[in-house]
């Protein structure tokens, strides 16, 4: 409900307004309390009721029936995880079996960040976030995916071209990490855009920003994927490619248009974007020749050779999309224009 107040002048200097008296009952407000004001970048103002730290606590209760689907149970948890609740209760009425006990108490650690189990019975298990993510900030978060990504698509290479299985492996352990950074990065834009104040910590300054790194964040977390595709191809393959093959250069340049494209989000550099979305096209067309180009190989080499060139495409791809929004988020804000 909208209600208009009259801004009135008092002690000669001082504006004040009334606050609505259903707002002041529902936040639980009495005279002498402390309200919180945020200006947005929009020309609003933002009042929230301060709380006690121990108010702020969310909570909730998720019940499950095992299906013996252990992925679906869980992905009710990240669910809530990302809602931003800071202690979560699974309920089981039918109770944890000792491996559905462990599968979720491994999963909640090593997916997402912060999450630990407090306490077990037979049929719950309490989990709390220990972590303190406003302190944070987005481009932390996104800075922490690039590094692990780069490496990653780095030493993907290297296996390919050394057939190292090892390192190979390593690369898709890696893409955990990846995706608990992504996972943190969506409960942290969710409570921005709740919070004024959450967005400030964390380094948004304009709440329709988080759109933008929303995108940004998925994009990268695409690109991980596509570099833990490339490490598969790897495991499977009989050999390894010659350090001359094309297959190579391309990956030279995806691994320069990703670093590219997350320097433009920080430069926010309009036609240093432009230059990465045109080589990403460049690059897209000459992967998608070799293809065809090698699409008469029935080896098992060819096909996996293949798999890497499309997906070095689609990293080319998702870069560009990267350069793409910091363009878009790099746009001045609306002004009133005179007549």
């Not at 834009?189 to 759109?211: E, H, N, T, W, Y």
């Not at 340049?253 to 045109?278: C, H, W, Y």
């Not at 990403?280 to 000459?286: A, D, T």
């Not at 689609?314 to 005179?338: H, Q, T, V």
Request: one cysteine or more.
């Amino acid at each position: 409900m909208s209600e208009k107040r009259k801004i009135q002048l008092t002690g000669g200097s001082t504006y004040i307004v009334s606050l609505p008296i259903l707002w002041v009952r529902q936040s639980g407000l009495s005279p002498g309390d402390t309200v919180s004001l945020s200006v947005r970048s929009d020309r609003s103002l933002t009042v929230t009721a301060e709380m006690p730290a121990e108010e702020k606590i969310c909570r909730s209760v998720i019940e499950i029936y095992l299906s013996g689907d252990q992925e679906d149970d869980f992905r009710m948890l990240v669910s809530n995880y990302l809602m931003g609740y800071d202690i979560m209760k699974i309920v089981s009425p039918n109770g944890f079996t000792a491996s559905e006990r462990k599968f979720m108490r491994d999963a909640a650690r090593k997916r997402l960040i912060g999450i630990e189990i407090v306490e077990e019975t037979g049929t719950e298990l309490v989990l709390q976030s220990l972590l303190n993510y406003q302190e944070i900030t987005i481009l932390k978060s996104m800075s922490s995916m690039d590094r692990i990504i780069s490496s990653m698509l780095e030493d993907a290479l290297i296996s390919l071209e050394e057939h190292d299985l090892e390192l190979a492996n390593d690369v898709i352990r890696r893409d955990d990490d990846v995706d608990r950074f992504y996972l943190l990065t969506v409960r942290q834009l969710r409570a921005a855009l709740d919070d004024p104040f959450m967005a400030q910590k964390i380094g948004i300054v304009r709440s329709k920003d988080c759109l933008g790194y929303r995108i940004v964040t998925k994009s990268m977390e695409h690109i991980g994927d596509h570099v833990q595709r490339i490490a598969t191809n790897v495991l499977e393959m009989d050999c390894p490619v010659d350090r001359n093959d094309e297959i190579f250069r391309i990956g030279r340049v995806a691994q320069a248009l990703f670093r590219d494209s997350v320097e433009a989000m920080s430069g926010k550099d309009p036609q240093f974007a432009n230059t990465i979305i045109k080589n990403s096209k460049k690059l897209s067309n000459m992967a998608a020749l070799i293809c065809r180009r090698e699409c008469g190989q029935d080896s098992s080499t060819g096909e996996h050779k293949r798999n890497v060139l499309e997906s070095l495409q689609r990293i080319a791809e998702y870069s560009a999309d990267i350069a793409e929004i910091s363009i878009n988020m790099g746009s001045k804000e609306l002004k009133d224009m005179p007549l």
